[in-house]
């Protein structure tokens, strides 16, 4: 049992030390998987006793539940189909995903690693992903934007394999670039390469005549 006890007026102290717990834990779990991550890992790795690693979570289990909705809440903010259609959608939706694999390393890391391990939220994971993919090339049918002959199952798993494969593959592709596949610079170019294919591949040509 825990020997922490929080003191009247802590409330703001107790929300920014889960917090940094929780986000330790994502960064353990990524880096060494859930199996093998003790709670004193996560506790060094957070700066705290293991004692306020129980008060806060209890279990490594409902650690690992709290980060899993964690990383789902990030996915749902960062690429959720935006109810009104950009001008430019794959532009849009490829800015997206650069800013969430700059902005958030850890749950990126954490989405490779569950992918590679079979955790049961990897496929949960997947098929949110899916589902979204699935509702931004619906939107770009009913605009008319889509190819006359586009498999919209392909549409949209096809995107999402080019994004995990060089998620869960980005130490393979580093051989490859002059930069880091993380740079800035190296995002932007595989953006712009991914752009291409999904225009010239999936998208409705300027010469195509409307459905």
């Not at 279990?59 to 935006?82: C, F, N, Y």
């Not at 569950?114 to 994971?125: K, M, Q, S, Y």
């Amino acid at each position: 049992m825990s020997s922490w006890s929080p003191k009247p007026g802590d409330e703001k102290v107790e929300q920014s030390s889960a917090e940094r717990i929780r986000d330790a834990a994502l960064k353990c779990f990524a880096v060494h998987g859930t199996a093998t991550t003790s709670l004193r890992q996560i506790a060094g790795e957070a700066g705290v006793s293991i004692g306020l690693v129980q008060h806060h979570y209890g279990t490594k289990t409902r650690l690992i539940e709290v980060v899993d909705q964690h990383v789902l809440a990030v996915l749902g903010a960062s690429l959720a189909t935006p109810a009104s259609p950009p001008s430019d959608s794959v532009d849009e939706f490829g800015q997206r995903v650069i800013s969430l694999i700059l902005q958030q390393p850890d749950v990126i890391d954490y989405i490779g690693r569950t992918l590679i391990d079979g955790n049961p939220i990897g496929a949960v994971i997947f098929d949110d992903l899916v589902a979204m993919g699935e509702a931004r090339w619906k939107q770009r049918a009913d605009q008319h934007l889509t190819a006359p002959d586009l498999d919209h199952t392909w549409a949209a798993l096809n995107p999402l394999i080019l994004v995990l494969g060089a998620i869960t593959m980005r130490t393979h592709l580093d051989r490859h670039l002059p930069e880091p596949f993380t740079s800035t610079t190296q995002l932007t170019r595989w953006q712009d390469a991914v752009n291409i294919l999904i225009r010239d591949g999936q998208l409705r040509h300027g010469d195509e005549p409307l459905p």
